[in-house]
């Protein structure tokens, strides 16, 4: 009989001391939120794209962001191949949670800057397996569209992790941005987000996303590559970063509708 | 979500074009001669000289500069359902090259064959060759400079043309062309100086290019008597050669944009004081021995454009549009009383578009376009206000390697209108396949409408490499 209050004791408590050992959700999110990206970059981005037949598209672009103040703006220019070479994307990311991004597409067909709605995060990026939320997010998370909390901790590539799971605040929320729930493994040392399985509206697995060779550059934690498997369709996308450059300078003239239109 | 292929993802007209009278009962117009008329210079070989030889001149000094080609090849056929045979079986091959000078000097060169093997869009030759684009491109400060043959578009609208008049337009497929290839690329010095947040740009075009017109048994030649003057019966028709401004300096366009971003809303004013590329048909009447006559003189008029463009998101939807006055338009008239044929007015057009990106890969975007004569005097071939809408649905599937769209545009007035559905497909990075439709409805008297016995089926294969 003690023994069996024991093992029930152990049972309802263990759960709590378990919690008690890991870090807050959001105290994770913090931290990789906190985590140095430089004031700006500068890189090389080539997008592999793989159907479930293995037939492949490969886009090479050169990417750019800066900050400026609590303001991000990126813009992605596309090199090749030729049919969507010129193309570019740019993105306003406020810091003000109440005020929309802005965001542009210049199409060469059309030879004109589109703007383009902010609240499409969803949506995936010109036919990768990552949303335009993910592409302005980059290693970030965002605090306000998810309540966390941390379940656990699992080795991934030989590195220690927290397990946080994150679920949208709302269902619009969760409308916008296409997932019910996010699980994702965060590095306990540099806090770089190793592993995040993603499920749909419907609670069922939508897609696996992998970082991996993470190494310093220029004394910053860096990506070099980003692997997006879609359990849907059974597509991926691999983002192979190169040339990462935090020192150079970027003209703020970069992120401009005319240097869109000019292109690089 | 959007649609990044070459290709149809818009098209466009501005409404309404004045054709030229090729089909006038009793004209005596020289048909060969209609080229040299009617339709733009081609070459302008003075400028491309200069600055092919600039160009050179450059590329000898710089050991170190970096060159890349490419060249892109558009095999489409075009099967009339009306009459059960084909309308068009047409090649075209578009080299293009970039050369980078250093210095943040580019120069690029754009070039053009088109081969048709059935001969019905264009029935005066078979094969084209054109240098399209020709500029060197670089940097002094913060502000770009453009010089050369060039495309220079304005506005935020898709297709329906307000402020994106810089260019002329080739109407030899009517609006069903790819927008990129019917703009008509003009030489000029095109400057863009960031002054604060905002930057202006200023144009300098010299090119006396003017729209280009299908003519005579031409598939797309219109016809419609509400676009074309047609004389009282018995009258003899003389057409006179057109009457050109040729003076470089004098003659030459240019404009002025400024252009900003404010608080979520992207602005621009628009200014351009250019020759219309429609000529206005002026007409004089005589009694003859052979009985009445109407001489008709096509002289291109000097106008001013003021406008403005905007356009912001606000949740799922994006809100844009474009604005503009032109003064001195020249419309013609089937009225006898009207001395010289014409009516000269101003015009007030705007264009506002919502675009909505509500449910994932889908893009849903409508247009009203609404333009107004000033002078609306009887026998004018235009109504006083013109009213067209139009619709875009588009929805990607499979990571937008294939995409389905309709564009339907549709004129309120006459109730005719065009369709056009079509289905792509990305095979690979370099070979794109599109099968789609024209369908004009409607009112033969009207811009579409003419054309509705002109339905047919397209499909085609674009190489890129």
Redesign the interface.
């Known amino acids: 009989m003690k023994q069996l209050i024991i093992t029930l004791l152990l049972t309802l408590t263990t759960p709590s001391l378990l919690a008690a050992e890991l870090p807050d959700g959001d105290q994770i999110a913090s931290n990789i939120n906190a985590r140095d990206e430089g004031h700006s970059v500068i890189r090389t981005l080539t997008m592999e ?1 793989t ?1 479930k037949r293995g ?1 492949q ?3 090479k672009t050169r990417g750019f962001r800066k900050y400026f103040g609590d303001e991000k703006r990126t813009a992605i220019y596309y090199l090749s ?5 010129d ?1 570019a994307f740019m993105i306003y990311d406020y810091a003000d949670m109440a005020i ?1 991004d ?2 542009w ?1 210049y ?14 995060r ?3 990026f ?4 990552f949303t335009y939320e993910d592409i302005k997010q980059e290693s970030k998370v965002s605090i306000a569209d998810y309540t966390r909390k941390t379940i656990g901790k699992e080795m991934v590539d030989g590195h220690q992790t927290f397990i946080v799971e994150s679920t949208p605040v709302d269902k619009a929320t969760a409308k916008e941005l ?1 997932y019910s729930k996010v699980i994702q493994w965060v590095d306990a040392e540099i806090w770089i987000v190793r592993k995040a399985e993603f499920a749909g509206l419907r609670n069922r697995p939508l897609k696996t996303i992998y970082t991996r060779a993470i190494k310093q550059v220029q004394g910053i934690w860096s990506a070099h590559l980003i692997e997006a498997e879609n359990h849907k ?1 059974r ?1 991926t996308t691999k983002f192979i970063f190169s040339d990462i450059d935090y020192q150079t300078e970027i ?1 703020d ?1 970069l992120f ?3 240097a869109l239109r ?1 292109g690089l | ?7 149809r ?2 098209v466009g007209y501005e409404e309404p074009p004045v054709p030229p009278p090729i089909t006038l009962p009793g004209s005596s117009f020289p048909r060969d001669h209609r080229k040299h008329l009617w339709c733009r210079k081609k070459g302008s070989s003075g400028w491309a000289l200069i600055l092919f030889a600039t160009a050179m001149m450059l590329i000898s000094t710089m050991a170190t500069a970096e060159i890349s080609t ?1 060249l ?1 090849a558009n095999i489409e056929w075009g099967y009339s359902t009306e009459e059960n045979s084909t309308e068009k079986l047409a090649t075209t091959l578009q080299p293009e090259i970039e050369i980078d000078l250093g210095r943040k000097i580019k120069l690029t060169a754009i070039g053009r064959i088109r081969s048709d093997a059935e001969n019905r869009i264009d029935t005066t030759g078979s094969t084209d060759s054109e240098l399209r684009e020709f500029y060197i ?1 670089t940097e002094i400060g ?1 502000s ?1 400079l453009t010089l050369g043959k060039q ?1 220079i ?1 304005w ?2 609208a ?1 297709g329906l043309k307000v402020l994106d008049i810089v260019n002329p337009q080739s109407w030899r497929e009517f609006i069903l062309d ?3 290839n019917s703009r008509t690329p003009l030489w000029a010095l095109n400057s ?1 100086i ?1 002054i604060a947040d905002l ?1 202006l740009q200023l144009l300098w075009l010299p090119d006396q290019s003017y729209h280009e017109y299908a003519t005579g048994s031409d598939r797309y030649t219109f016809t419609s008597p509400r676009l074309v003057p047609r004389p009282p019966p018995d009258v003899n028709i003389s057409m006179q050669a057109a009457q050109r401004p040729d003076r470089t300096i004098q003659d030459a366009d240019w404009g002025a944009r400024l ?1 900003t ?1 404010r608080k ?1 809303w ?1 602005l621009t004013l628009n200014y351009l004081y250019h020759y219309d590329d429609r000529p206005a048909l002026l007409r004089q009447l005589s009694i003859t021995t052979n009985g009445p006559l109407a001489t008709i003189t096509p002289r291109y008029q000097r106008s001013h454009l003021i406008g403005s463009s905007f ?8 809100l ?1 549009g474009e604005v503009g006055y032109t003064t001195d338009r020249y419309i013609s008239s089937n009225a006898i009383a009207d001395i010289d044929g014409v009516v000269k007015t101003d015009e007030l057009s705007y264009v506002i578009g919502l ?1 909505w ?1 509500g449910f ?2 889908t893009f849903i975007s409508t247009q009203l376009f609404q333009s107004h004569l000033n002078n609306h005097q009887p026998g004018i071939l235009r109504d006083k206000r013109n009213t067209t809408i139009t619709a875009l649905l588009r929805q ?1 599937f ?4 294939v995409t389905a769209e309709l564009l339907w545009l549709h004129n309120l007035d006459l109730d005719d209108g065009l369709a056009r559905p079509k289905l792509s497909y ?1 095979m ?3 070979t ?1 396949l599109w099968l789609g439709a024209d369908i004009f409805y409607g009112d033969q008297q009207g811009l579409f409408g003419q054309f509705k016995e002109r339905d047919r089926f397209v499909s085609a294969v ?1 190489i ?2």
């Open positions: 794209m159907d037939k598209r490969i886009r191949p030729k049919n969507i070479k193309t929309d802005d965001q597409l199409l060469p067909a059309m030879r004109k800057v589109r703007r383009i709605s902010a609240s499409d969803g949506d995936y010109l036919g990768t397996d296409g369709t597509h003209s003239d401009t509708e005319r000019r | 979500m959007t649609c990044l292929q070459k290709g993802c818009v490419s892109t491109e913060r770009f495309q578009v506005g935020k898709d790819d927008f990129d863009e960031p930057t252009a971003f979520g992207d356009s912001n998101a606000f949740g799922d939807l994006t844009r675009d990106f994932s890969d990607d499979y990571n937008e390697t990305q690979n990075d370099n794109t674009e890129a490499l």
